[in-house]
C-alpha cells in the first residue's frame, strides 16, 4: 500500500505571497492532520480533517488554513507568507477509529 | 502550558549496544503515546505506540515503557544498529481530539 504523499516536496516563495501545499492520505485513511516543523519549534499541530469537516485546529494564526476532498485528500493554505512560515510541512493521515498517524515526507517551504 | 519533553538531546552509542531514549510528559490526560524515528530529509516514522492502560509493549528490537506515576516513557532499542541514527520523538494525544504533541527529539548517534 502506498504511504502519505505529499506535493510539491520544496517550494520557494516571497513574502506576501500565498502558497498551496498537497497532500494524498494512505487509501483507507479518512483523517489527515498538518503538521510544522521548524528547528526552534519542533513539530507543531496545524489542524485535522475528516470526511471534509475540521475537528481540530491548532495554535495558528488564521492565515493557515485547510481544506479536505471527497476522496480524504487535503490542501493546506497559507496566506500573505512571512519569513517565519519557512518550515517542513508534514501530512500525517490515520484511520477513523485509529490515533496512529502516519506521516509523509513533508513540503520544504523557504519564504524569501 | 502542559508539554511534552525529553531528557538528553542527544545520544551517543556504540553499535551493537542497547539505547534508552526518555521522554517526560505532563498531561494527565494524555492516554495514547507514540515514538517516531525521523532521518534526514524524510517524515517522522512510526515505532511503536502504547496506551496508558499498558506500562510495556514491545516490537521488534524495541520495548515503550511507560510509567504514569511519575509521567515518563522511554524507547529501548536492542543491539543498536548504524541504521538507527536518527531524531527519535515521543508524541503524545493531548486528550483533545485528534492532535499529537511532540517532544522537541533526541538525535541518537551510533558509532561504530
Known amino acids: 500500500k502506498a504511504g502519505v504523499t505529499q506535493t510539491p516536496r520544496y517550494l520557494i516563495k516571497t513574502r506576501g505571497q500565498q502558497v498551496t501545499l498537497s497532500c494524498s492520505p494512505i487509501s483507507g485513511h479518512r483523517s489527515v492532520s498538518w503538521y510544522q516543523q521548524t528547528p526552534g519549534q519542533g513539530l507543531q499541530f496545524l489542524f485535522e480533517?475528516?470526511?471534509?469537516?475540521?475537528?481540530n485546529k491548532g495554535n495558528f494564526p488564521g492565515r493557515f488554513s485547510g481544506r479536505q476532498f471527497s476522496n480524504s485528500r487535503s490542501e493546506m493554505n497559507v496566506s500573505t507568507l512571512e519569513l517565519g512560515d519557512s518550515a517542513l510541512y508534514l501530512c500525517?493521515?490515520?484511520?477513523?477509529?485509529?490515533?496512529?498517524?502516519?506521516f509523509g515526507p513533508g513540503t520544504r517551504l523557504t519564504v524569501l | 502550558g502542559e508539554s511534552v519533553g525529553l531528557h538528553l538531546p542527544t545520544l551517543s552509542v556504540q553499535e551493537g549496544d542497547n539505547s534508552i531514549i526518555n521522554c517526560a510528559y505532563s498531561?494527565?490526560?494524555?492516554?495514547?503515546f507514540i515514538w517516531y524515528k525521523q532521518e534526514s530529509g524524510k517524515g517522522p516514522q512510526f515505532i511503536i505506540d502504547?496506551?496508558?492502560?499498558?506500562d510495556k509493549r514491545q516490537g521488534q528490537r524495541v520495548t515503550v515503557l511507560l510509567n504514569k506515576t511519575v509521567k515518563h516513557l522511554s524507547l529501548q532499542i536492542a543491539a543498536t544498529q548504524p541504521g538507527d541514527s536518527a531524531v527519535y520523538f515521543c508524541?503524545?494525544?493531548?486528550?483533545?481530539?485528534?492532535?499529537?504533541?511532540f517532544g522537541k527529539g533526541t538525535s541518537l548517534l551510533v558509532t561504530p
Open positions: 508524541a503524545e494525544n493531548n486528550g483533545s481530539g485528534y492532535a499529537l504533541n
Open positions: 500525517a493521515s490515520s484511520l477513523e477509529d485509529s490515533d496512529t498517524q502516519y
Open positions: 498531561n494527565s490526560a494524555s492516554d495514547y
Open positions: 502504547i496506551r496508558s492502560n499498558m
Open positions: 480533517y475528516f470526511s471534509e469537516t475540521q475537528r
